[in-house]
């Protein structure tokens, strides 16, 4: 570890082509396997042509909204983290700070439209944008476990100040 904190830029990825946010584009990332972006931007951007089809009925109907509002209801509050204190350990619940909220939604959301059987990536996809905005569907179910896993170990939220430098 070194003994002077050195400051650095935090990288962040291009802007997506279509609609120059880099939200998306580490959505993009996220959801890309063995490298191959241009198939994972076809499967968000075909996935987002979906939910506008479907969600047209209601009164939102921009895909990028519905993308947004789903990746909010998907995204953690708390977790818990495993903390040894006293030769024991504890589930901690801590509050999770913004850059990994939104990851940790992205990586829910793609693991449950994986999850899904039956139908091509980019409908799995896009049924899981258009359950997570109705707070329904997988992602959001690990949301609330995790939730309630924080809620139960609310006792031992003291614990959380410690970090890992007491043994």
């Known amino acids: 570890m070194p003994r002077r904190a050195r400051s650095f830029e935090k990288h962040l990825p291009d802007p997506d082509p279509k609609f120059s946010s880099v939200k998306y584009s580490k959505f993009i990332n ?6 191959k ?8 951007y075909d996935a987002l042509d979906i939910v506008t089809e479907k969600m047209k009925d209601q009164d939102v109907s921009d895909a990028r ?3 947004d509002i789903a990746l909010k209801n998907v995204a953690p509050l708390m977790e818990i983290k495993g903390r040894r204190i006293g030769g024991s350990n504890y589930q901690v619940p801590m509050e999770v700070q913004e850059p990994r909220r939104t990851a940790l939604g992205m990586k829910w959301m793609i693991a449950a439209a994986r999850a899904r059987k039956g139908a091509p990536m980019r409908e799995k996809l896009a049924y899981e944008i ?3 905005f109705n707070k329904i569907g997988a992602a959001v179910k690990k949301r609330e476990d995790t939730h309630r896993m924080a809620e139960a170990n609310k006792a031992f939220a003291h614990f959380a100040r410690f970090g890992n430098k007491r043994k």
Do not use: C, H, N, P
Request: glycine share 4%; aromatic share 16%.
């Open 37 to 44: 972006k241009t198939t994972s931007q076809r499967i968000f």
């Open 65 to 67: 909204q519905i993308f």
């Open 130 to 132: 258009v359950d997570a």
């Open 30 to 35: 996220y959801l890309m396997e063995r490298g």
